[in-house]
């Protein structure tokens, strides 16, 4: 479990490797080369496939801009957004409040460590008929699959950090005057864990767009439906084109993210 | 990781006294029978036995001795962060129960809150007072200025040298204005250079301040340098060998005879205890 989580928070999403915001003009333009290549190399393949197989990008260009034109492509994912938002708020919230609270707390800690470790393996996709019980095939059952996922990320980031806090400055803050636990976690414990706890939020997010087609499958209308129906049909453009919408959020995400990260960790500059 | 909670009780009771202005009071400090013994899976290991010694109002008492002789966990007690088996320490005659803002901790890593600037690292232990904000920022000020890093108050402890880092932390431990300065070998990170500068600069913080200091460190000339008397521990267990009065007038010039004495003098009771 804990390795998973590692290299979860290990891996740097994709938004970096573009050198997004950096200004980094060699590796930006090295990637759009590699981009480039793998285009010509999917259109020179795809020429001697069927469409149902591997449609040419330029046929998926197409669908990409028929979905858009059409109005389904922004439907699609107004509706997702609404899965999205409130799962990943509720999951990340949830996350990060248990794991720095089972992180600090010992009691706790041993109180929910059986809970932890069962619930923890079950993948979010196996949750979809509790989804359905509990809140039917509806924007929540969906928000409550993409919450499940945000959530365990989260909580593993956070309880990481809190654990990896310095004893020493805890020292020091009682030297100055820290007396409870709650001046020690918010003065303290917040502040010092805050790399850790940012880095597992924002792999959430991404790890929240990914889900957004688990969440999607037992009916919920979104851009995650649109992919399962159009491959259902064979109709793999259409497919990619959503798939691609996915990608574009999160990249957006990301590099969204990546600036708040940044001016909360000044301090590490 | 233990929480608050999990340490002794908080020293509450202690706390009123340093509640005022800056009155640079200075505080005794007594060990009385001070032990420690170490219960782990295996052997029992006694750290520090029947370890006593006092430190009068404004002296400045350095503390020395051979590494695994037990100058942490003291240090570590008498800041009340760590519970003592036997015995107590005694702070104005009140027994220490917990860490308390009667006394300023200085560590050797300094230990800087790496998220606050300067002037909020110095700021810290005000917020815990029932000062206000006008205060606290001319009492931080103060400090700054104490310490020479007024122009650094925006700056945040990345970007500053281990002699400055170190001067931030002394400038935190005085800013609630403690009795006693107790320092765990505050300069033996620093280059030789930045440790005389940073010892003469202690010296005239406490020549200005009047505060208390205990200050524990391995290197023998800076205890001759800077201490009114040196209590010298012997290992095995921790215990106190001797305590050495320094009659070198001040400044002290390490060309001087009499310091070269007390120097030998320390160096050679510190041999006999290993």
């Known amino acids: ?269 | 990781m233990a929480g608050v909670n999990d340490g002794p009780p908080a020293g509450s009771d202690a706390t009123a006294s340093g509640g005022g202005a800056s009155s640079d009071a200075a505080a005794s400090v007594a060990l009385d029978g001070i032990g420690k013994t170490y219960r782990g899976g295996g052997e029992p290991v006694r750290a520090l036995d029947d370890v006593g010694f006092s430190v009068t109002d404004g002296e400045f008492v350095c503390l020395v001795g051979p590494s695994g002789c037990g100058k942490t966990t003291l240090f570590r007690v008498v800041a009340g962060l760590t519970d003592a088996t036997d015995g107590r320490v005694l702070l104005d005659g009140e027994p220490v129960t917990g860490p308390t803002t009667d006394m300023g901790v200085v560590f050797q890593a300094y230990h800087l809150f790496p998220w606050l600037t300067v002037a909020e690292n110095v700021g810290f232990g005000l917020e815990r007072t029932d000062r206000s904000t006008a205060e606290r920022e001319c009492r931080v000020d103060e400090m700054l200025e104490l310490v020479g890093l007024t122009e650094c108050r925006g700056a945040y402890p990345k970007s500053l040298s281990g002699g400055m880092k170190q001067r931030v932390a002394i400038a935190r431990a005085l800013a609630v204005d403690p009795d006693l300065l107790l320092m765990d070998e505050p300069f033996g990170a620093v280059d030789a250079q930045t440790r005389e500068m940073l010892q003469r600069e202690l010296l005239d913080v406490w020549a200005s301040t009047g505060k208390t200091v205990l200050f524990v460190t391995h290197d023998v000339a800076e205890a001759v340098t800077l201490a009114d008397r040196i209590v010298v521990m012997a290992a095995d267990p921790g215990r106190v060998r001797e305590v050495v009065d320094v009659d070198v007038d001040r400044p002290r010039e390490r060309a001087d005879p009499a310091f070269g004495r007390h120097v030998s003098r320390v160096r050679e009771l510190i041999g006999a205890g290993r």
């Open chain 1, 1 to 269: 479990m804990a390795t998973e989580v590692g290299t979860e928070l290990d891996e740097e999403p994709a938004g970096v490797g573009l050198g997004l915001g950096l200004g980094d003009t060699r590796r930006l333009r090295r990637g759009a080369l590699g981009a480039a290549a793998f285009l010509v190399v999917w259109h020179v393949v795809s020429l001697g496939s069927p469409a149902y197989v591997l449609p040419s990008p330029v046929a998926v260009a197409g669908a990409f801009a028929n979905e858009l034109a059409a109005g389904d492509m922004t439907t699609a994912l107004g509706r997702s957004v609404r899965h999205w938002i409130p799962g990943t708020v509720v999951g990340t919230g949830l996350g990060v409040a248990a794991g720095v609270a089972f992180g600090w707390n010992r009691t706790l800690d041993d109180l929910t460590a059986p809970l932890v470790r069962t619930l923890r393996p079950v993948p979010p996709l196996a949750l979809i008929g509790f989804a359905i019980a509990w809140f039917g095939i509806n924007d929540a059952g969906a928000a409550f699959i993409i919450a499940v996922g945000a959530f365990w990320i989260n909580f593993y980031a956070a309880y990481g950090a809190v654990e990896g806090v310095s004893e020493d400055l805890l020292d020091v803050g009682r030297t100055l005057g820290v007396r409870s636990d709650l001046d020690a976690v918010r003065s303290i414990v917040l502040p010092a864990s805050m790399p850790g706890i940012l880095t597992g939020v924002r792999t959430g997010l991404g790890r929240c767009w990914m889900l957004v087609v688990a969440s999607e499958i037992f009916g919920v209308p979104g851009v995650g439906r649109e992919i399962i129906r159009a491959s259902n049909n064979l109709r793999v453009d259409r497919a990619i084109a959503y798939i691609l919408v996915l990608s574009l959020m999160f990249l957006l995400v990301d590099v969204a993210f990546r600036a708040v990260q940044r001016r909360a960790l000044s301090w590490r500059a």
